[in-house]
């Protein structure tokens, strides 16, 4: 059906979670739907960068091999502490860095360790880990030294703070935990003459979709042509009738772009379940079909439609091996799919120009 199968995806330069790929120092990395490697502090960092930090044990690096390595979340628990920078590329060229946990709350020591220029640049933006069950304090007082240091550098960094780890506290209590690290972020700030425009927060767990949901957020400004492609599908929505799009990376279930109106908390979490159901029936598929060519694939693979409710559907349309539009509307105007059809292959096109994969 689609280009999904271990064998058939790798070919395709797309790789699943099980491929094991050799890079050019002849190390092998098993992988998830993205290509992981490895790198050495010192070495130089991508353009368009998200910088995830923290204190140790805080979760960085499990909800990075949850989101890029489809780690399910039992698998993590026993996860090691991570002793040197790990990278994962993304479809657009955006590169996640996963560093050590930061033990030492001394400013000069921590400046020592992380060179400032990795804060620099229009297209950076840092996640910082606070574990909500853990040592909120002294996670804290670490964030701000990560936030003189970041911003004597790069004054508009974009700051996301991961309220992590939510799981098992009841509602009122997550709300309350949110609301006084918000409060004590925002008024430390203030008294450091910080600038906290581009600070924004974030409840995640592993044990749910809030945390691919948060990283979307964080990269979406990251995407090449961000302001360009969210006018695109602002138009493609408004041409089309539809009530909301995405632009989906089916690998990680990340969106990179949707249109601006308001989103219902419950479609994302439907939407990954889709990807999921669809990449389950396509394995399945795959193993009973012999002799499929990759142009069956692609054929098979371009449209499919799923109910939300007895009145809402999504239409999905793959735009390429990584890349798909998830187009929600009434079922009234799935009956006449062609106008959307048309719409479809006119900004598949477009988005392919617009994005390197
Ligand atoms: N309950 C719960 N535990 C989590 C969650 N995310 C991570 N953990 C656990 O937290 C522990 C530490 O996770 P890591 O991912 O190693 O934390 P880290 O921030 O990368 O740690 P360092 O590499 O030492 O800096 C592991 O046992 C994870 O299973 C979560 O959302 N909820
Ligand atoms: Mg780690």
Redesign the pocket.
């Given at each position: 059906m689609n280009g999904y199968s271990n064998q058939s995806s790798a070919s395709m330069g797309m790789y699943r979670q099980g491929d094991v790929i050799e890079n050019e120092t002849g190390m092998t990395t098993e992988i998830g739907s993205t290509v992981l490697a490895h790198q050495r502090g010192s070495e130089k960092l991508a353009e368009r960068r998200v910088l995830f930090m923290?204190l140790?044990?805080?979760?960085?690096?499990?909800?990075l091999s949850v989101v890029f390595e489809n780690a399910h979340p039992y698998q993590?628990?026993s996860?090691l502490?991570?002793q040197e920078r790990v990278v994962y590329h993304m479809v657009t060229g955006i590169e996640i860095y996963d560093f050590?946990?930061i033990d030492d709350y001394a400013e000069n020591q921590f400046s020592n360790a992380v060179d400032p220029s990795v804060y620099s640049g229009d297209t950076t933006a840092l996640v910082y880990?606070v574990d909500s069950q853990g040592d909120i304090q002294g996670s804290l007082v670490t964030l701000f030294s990560v936030m003189r240091v970041a911003q004597a550098v790069n004054e508009q960094l974009p700051i996301h703070i991961f309220i992590?780890?939510v799981?098992?506290l009841s509602e009122e209590l997550k709300q309350d935990i949110q609301q006084d690290i918000q409060q004590r972020v925002l008024k430390n700030m203030g008294y450091e003459n910080l600038n906290s425009t581009f600070v924004y927060f974030h409840r995640t767990?592993?044990?749910d979709e809030s945390v691919r949901e948060a990283l979307s957020r964080v990269v979406q400004r990251l995407v090449p042509r961000y302001q360009n492609l969210e006018n695109l599908l602002n138009s493609f929505c408004t041409k089309s009738g539809l009530d909301k799009v995405f632009l989906f990376d089916v690998g990680t279930k990340i969106y990179l772009s949707m249109d601006s109106s308001p989103t219902e908390p419950q479609l994302y979490t439907f939407s990954c379940q889709t990807i999921d159901a669809m990449v389950d029936m396509t394995l399945v598929l795959l193993s009973d079909i012999t002799g499929a060519t990759e142009d069956d694939d692609d054929m098979t693979m371009q449209r499919t439609v799923v109910g939300l409710d007895s009145n809402t559907k999504i239409f999905i349309y793959h735009i390429n091996s990584y890349l798909a539009l998830f187009c929600v509307g009434s079922a009234q105007l799935f009956r006449q799919k062609s106008l959307l059809e048309f719409n479809c292959t006119k900004i598949a096109k477009a988005i392919r120009q617009m994005l390197p994969t």
């Open positions: 923290g140790p044990r805080s979760g960085k690096s499990s909800i993590v628990i996860i502490p991570t050590p946990g880990v992590h780890k799981d098992g767990t592993i044990f």
